[in-house]
């Protein structure tokens, strides 16, 4: 059973939040599955972006509420078949949507700090089936002082599906710059060599096989289930 979707920006995101989540979640602090309280997986990895803070809470309660309506009509199909399905899942999200998501993330974080952000340049490219490098430059401004800020790293996931965080780095431009990405190296080499297991976001009595991840004008994820 193959799907392929094609949606408007919301469900682009709710779609493709494993794909968001990974990229996003980690850098801002990991997505956790927690077990039990019978969510779906979904669920769990929208309300993890949601304690990360790379999402807010408006655009969260709306991811919410369709996650929550997909799950009910999954249940019920589920129901009426009498057993989960195996098959291949493909997601997609635009580069420009998926930028427009890492500046909504930034500007919330940044703003705590009393800073703004004037502008947010993300790029990804694909460094194999299952590998992405992400290269995220940022202009901030505080009171009448502007810096610019590169972030770089790169995303693995291996043949046991772990997915890893790797090559992080923080590097600024001028003397504004180099101040903060000083101060932010710090925090980013914490999550240096961060591992999460895939395998962990199963669907009901389908789990996770394989993962592979493209990138070109989109992220594009192509995942296979298949039954434990």
């Known amino acids: 059973m193959t799907r392929s979707n094609s949606f408007p920006v919301l469900r682009h995101l709710r779609r493709s ?40 809470p408006e655009a969260g309660q709306a991811l919410l509420l369709e996650a929550q309506r997909d799950a009910a009509a999954s249940t019920t199909a589920s129901t009426a078949a009498g057993t989960a399905q195996a098959g291949d899942v ?10 427009a998501l890492a500046l909504e993330a930034a500007t919330l974080g940044a703003k705590q700090q009393g800073v703004a952000i004037q502008e947010l340049q993300l790029s990804l490219a694909s460094d ?3 590998a992405v490098t992400a290269h995220v430059r940022v202009k901030a401004k505080k009171m009448m ?26 590097v600024g431009e001028g003397m ?15 999550f240096e060599g961060r591992t999460i297991a895939l395998t962990a976001f199963s669907l009901g009595d389908v789990a996770l096989r394989d993962l592979q991840i493209q990138v070109d004008n989109a992220v594009r994820v192509t995942a296979a289930f298949g039954s434990r």
């Open 17 to 56: 939040a494993v794909a968001t989540g990974i990229v996003l979640a980690l850098a801002s602090g990991g997505v956790h599955a927690q077990q039990g309280g019978g969510e779906s997986t979904m669920i769990k990895l929208i309300r993890g972006l949601m304690d990360s803070g790379a999402l807010t």
């Open 90 to 99: 493909r997601a997609s999200v635009l580069m420009s949507d998926l930028q």
């Open 128 to 130: 194999g089936p299952r």
């Open 145 to 170: 002082m502007s810096g610019v800020i590169h972030l770089r790293g790169r995303l693995s996931i291996d043949e046991r599906l772990n997915a890893t965080v790797s090559q992080l780095s923080c």
């Open 176 to 190: 504004v710059g180099n101040a903060a990405a000083a101060m932010l190296q710090k925090k980013v080499q914490e």
